[in-house]
């Protein structure tokens, strides 16, 4: 509860701090200054989450729409296309809404609100998640970028994630032709609600699928989590790669995901009786794939036009 009260703390003061800024920026909001407009298409090999992934691959098709403010007000819409042979289907989007800040030359960060939209067949770990609350700090010591992102996730229990890190960029070329190849190590520390979550949802699934006459007997299945509250999930290493040439982007980003914190989960199953008795019995229902976690290597090809 502690740990929990202190990311709420962390989230409120930051959100603070930067409300004033967000109020000014839209009053302040030139009719005459010119919108910036993005269409970006790229390619993800496998959907992967806090350094976890589904046990068949998940590669999606994803398309962005953005527009950009000159006063750091943005919003973009994403469609995310499943290309998984034999379930190809639009299988969540996501609309977001943000500001982007700068405070003198080394403060920048973001303030930002996500929903997410999803297929009633998607079977996403963070499925369960509708709508995302966050913001971001980032500041520049020179030889590095210190940055830290918290979010709030919303879905039947509310998850928070706190996501420090540390990046470099690098920039070769001219204003008309330039390379940008910005390497940087973060670390994820979240709470695990939305994985409790998402075994309801499968569960209550695959009852819908069985179009059997009811036995005579009632079950009911209950999984929960064993060890609650803030766990560091996963690390992870990128190398975003970037060429930009005009108004046109072309962005290869690998990254490398290694999971931490076997996330454990028990199920019980109560039967009750015609008589009226009820039997229990408590299993360990924690995935093979979560016993046995494996490093995620994926990455994300694209490009993008501004107009």
């Known amino acids: 509860m502690r740990s929990i009260n202190i990311a709420v703390t962390l989230i409120t003061f930051l959100f603070l701090s930067t409300s004033c800024i967000f109020a000014q920026s839209i009053s302040n909001l030139d009719s005459s200054s010119k919108p910036i407009f993005k269409i970006q ?6 959907y992967v989450y806090n350094g976890r992934s589904d ?4 590669p999606y098709q994803i398309t962005t729409a953005s527009v950009n403010f000159a006063n750091g007000i943005y919003s973009n819409f994403i469609a995310n296309y499943l290309l998984t042979p034999n379930q190809t289907r639009f299988d969540f989007f996501e609309l977001d809404l943000g500001y982007e800040y700068k405070i003198g030359k080394k403060i920048s960060g973001e303030l930002y609100g996500s929903k997410y939209f999803y297929s009633n067949q998607s079977n996403l770990l963070n499925g369960d998640i509708t709508s995302d609350f966050g913001a971001t700090f980032n500041y520049d010591l020179g030889l590095f970028q210190f940055n830290n992102t918290l979010d709030m996730f919303f879905s039947g229990k509310s998850d ?7 990046e470099k960029g690098f920039e070769f070329g001219d204003k008309n032709s330039k390379w940008e190849i910005t390497p940087g190590i973060y670390s994820v520390i979240s709470t695990l609600n939305y994985y409790e979550n998402v075994f309801t949802r499968k569960q209550n699934a695959q009852k819908n699928l069985k179009n059997k006459p009811a036995p005579p007997s009632n079950v009911q299945s209950i999984t929960s989590l064993v060890d609650k509250g803030f766990k560091l999930v996963d690390m992870e290493y990128s190398m975003p790669i970037s060429y930009q040439t005009g108004a046109l982007s072309f962005i290869f980003t690998p990254t490398l995901a290694i999971p931490f914190h076997t996330i454990k989960t028990i199920t019980v199953n109560s039967t009750t009786l015609l008589n009226g008795n009820v039997n229990t019995n408590t299993i360990d ?3 093979y794939s979560e016993r046995n976690l494996t490093n995620q290597f994926y990455f994300q090809i694209g490009f993008n036009y501004k107009f």
Do not use: A, C, E, K
């Open 41 to 46: 298409l790229d390619y993800l090999n496998n």
């Open 160 to 166: 928070y994630q706190y996501m420090p890190g540390i």
């Open 285 to 287: 229902s924690t995935p």
């Open 55 to 58: 046990s068949i691959s998940s």
